[in-house]
Nanobody
Framework: QVQLVESGGGSVQAGGSLRLSCAAS?????MAWFRQAPGKEREGVAA????????YYAGSVKGRFTISRDNAKNTVYLQMNSLKPEDTAMYYC?????????????????WGQGTQVTVSS
């Protein structure tokens, strides 16, 4: 069983930046970030797959968000720049040993509790 703990959320004005961190209790090959806004479905934001390695981004964040990983620390990061009000959501870290669809929530076995990101206009 892998436990994931997110940190780094908060409130920021539009155009600002935040960096999310997700520390895993053990090694998993693939890690990702998802988000869910009130009344909306959970959506994949970015994924880091070690086979490659390869990164994947949702179209809405491409060019603004960057996912990275520190294997020594079993930690994945999400650098979020040029934040917009529509980025406001609860952000979740997810992990899995094998992933076929990098931005599909059903592909992941382990989930963190989430960290809130609020972007004001």
């Amino acid at each position: 069983q892998v436990q994931l703990v997110e940190s780094g959320g908060g409130s920021v004005q539009a155009g600002g930046s935040l960096r999310l961190s997700c520390a895993a209790s053990g090694y998993t090959s693939n890690m990702a970030w998802f988000r869910q806004a009130p009344g909306k479905e959970r959506e994949g934001v970015a994924a880091f797959l070690t086979g490659g390695p390869s990164t994947y981004y949702a179209g809405s964040v491409k060019g603004r968000f960057t996912i990275s990983r520190d294997n020594a620390k079993n930690t994945v990061y999400l650098q979020m720049n040029s934040l917009k009000p529509e980025d406001t959501a609860m952000y979740y870290c997810a992990a899995a040993h094998r992933v076929l669809w990098p931005l599909a929530s059903y592909a992941y076995d382990y989930w963190g509790q989430g960290t809130q990101v609020t972007v004001s206009s």
